[in-house]
């Protein structure tokens, strides 16, 4: 039986082999995910053109922290390298890293049919320099089963999550010693930046740097939210929240040890796999609210680009088709990463089941875009101090009003004259 089997099998194998076997396959290299199941997912992808195609496709590891990762995109980059084809980008990178990227308006077929503003972010003196391959934004996530138990309602300002988390945290402690209210990132990377941004802009506080380029942070709001965040170190934030990322926070809240969490759509999902403590246990909404602003997350989410040091541009650009294509887009929603196509966002079976859908939404309608266009090939500058000097008055080792004229006076300086006071 099994010899008689084996043959036909292998005839057809090797029959539809020839038959899909490009006249010279090549293996491509792309540089993607890291956080969750990101890498997973993206290898899926990756597989699922490389059948297609008859090609292949490496997957490298990158660094979990968007900081790290850009240090090391900056190296392969301007050494062109050609070890790495395809690069997964951040939608603050374009002004850094565009000019060591294929613009790849010739290789996309439907380029309308993406959100145009992130169209407009990723070109760069004219080029297109990335297809958007995800929308990100922050979000708020909570224990559903203890805000009824403590009769609590969701809440809507800043002031509503410190007052509701005291009161959980110090109730939930006589059982867990490691319960605390609120866990974010409070790291010094990017992810720090964009906390700060929602602070900023739920507060009306400005964006950091205006889009005409005037340094906006040093103000009496952006010095009260920041105030108050940094009072919930050791009260309701644990004192290792000055060291998370996303995935420190997500792993606290997924054991059970918060009430709050901070933290991207990609949350969803893992938070209710039966692995998480809290699965069915968990609510997400939009962050809260400063005293005179509106709930807002950043704006976070991922590009794809290719090289110009590659030795496959076309093959590379079809990757990039393939893996920004509506279907790649469909499945990907599934798991947090949210699509870049406008069309997607009236399917209601996409979007009905998946509960991400609405609160990113309403994010968005005040979204906190960090100041990566006013500030161009300095933006990575300006990240660094602000979270750099944030990160000291979370600590307690610098005032608040020192660190925002500090952040000024370094913005200013760096801008080299582009960058202005109010
Ligand atoms: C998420 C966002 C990205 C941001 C990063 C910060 O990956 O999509 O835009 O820079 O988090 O940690």
């Given at each position: 039986m099994k010899n008689t089997v084996i043959p036909c099998l292998g005839a057809a194998t090797v029959a539809a082999a020839l038959l899909s076997a490009p006249a010279l396959a090549v293996e491509l290299t792309i540089a993607c995910g890291a956080v969750g199941i990101e890498r997973q997912v993206c290898i899926d992808g990756a597989n699922r053109w490389a059948e297609q195609t008859g090609h292949s496709v490496d997957v490298v590891a990158t660094p979990q922290s968007s900081t790290e990762r850009l240090a090391m995109y900056q190296l392969l980059l301007r050494e062109r390298h050609?070890?790495?084809?395809v690069f997964q980008i951040d939608v603050i990178w374009p002004g850094l890293l565009g000019e060591y990227l294929l613009d790849l308006s010739p290789y996309v077929p439907d380029t309308d049919a993406f959100f145009p503003n992130l169209m407009a972010n990723n070109t760069v003196d004219g080029r297109l320099i990335a297809m958007p391959w995800y929308v990100d934004t922050g979000l708020l996530y909570y224990r559903k089963d203890l805000l009824d138990r403590y009769g609590h309602p969701v809440p809507q300002t800043w002031d509503e999550l410190e007052t509701i988390a005291t009161d959980v945290q110090l109730g939930e402690r006589s059982q867990n010693?490691?319960?605390?209210?609120y866990v974010w990132q409070g790291s010094d990377y990017e992810g720090l930046t964009c906390n700060v941004m929602e602070w900023l802009v739920s507060s009306d506080a400005?964006?950091?740097?205006?889009?005409?380029?005037?340094?906006?942070?040093?103000n009496d709001r952006a010095a009260r939210i920041i105030d108050q965040a940094a009072g919930?170190?050791?009260?309701?934030?644990?004192?290792a929240v000055l060291e998370y990322q996303e995935e420190d926070a997500r792993a606290q809240f997924e054991a059970g040890n918060a009430l709050f969490m901070r933290n991207w759509p990609y949350a969803w999902r893992l938070a209710n796999e039966p692995e998480s403590a809290v699965s069915g246990n968990v609510g997400v909404t939009v962050l809260p609210q400063g005293d005179s602003g509106m709930p807002s997350g950043a704006l976070g989410g991922w590009q794809l680009a290719v090289t110009e040091a590659t030795r496959y541009p076309a093959l590379s650009a079809d990757l990039v088709r393939f893996l920004t294509s509506e279907s790649e887009q469909r499945r990907r929603a599934d798991f947090g990463y949210l699509p870049t196509r406008s069309a997607l966002y009236n399917e209601p079976e996409l979007t009905q089941g998946n509960a991400v859908f609405e609160p990113v939404g309403r994010a968005l309608e005040n979204v906190a875009v960090r100041p990566s266009s006013a500030t161009g090939r300095t933006y990575k500058y300006v990240s660094r101090y602000v979270s750099g000097e944030i990160h000291e008055v979370l600590r307690g080792t610098k005032s608040t009003s020192d660190a925002l004229a500090s952040i000024t006076d370094r913005i200013v300086e760096r801008g080299l004259g582009d960058l202005q006071r109010p």
């Open positions: 050609n070890t790495v084809d010693g490691n319960f605390w209210g400005g964006t950091v740097v205006s889009t005409q380029g005037v340094v906006t942070l040093d919930w170190i050791d009260t309701i934030s644990p004192p």
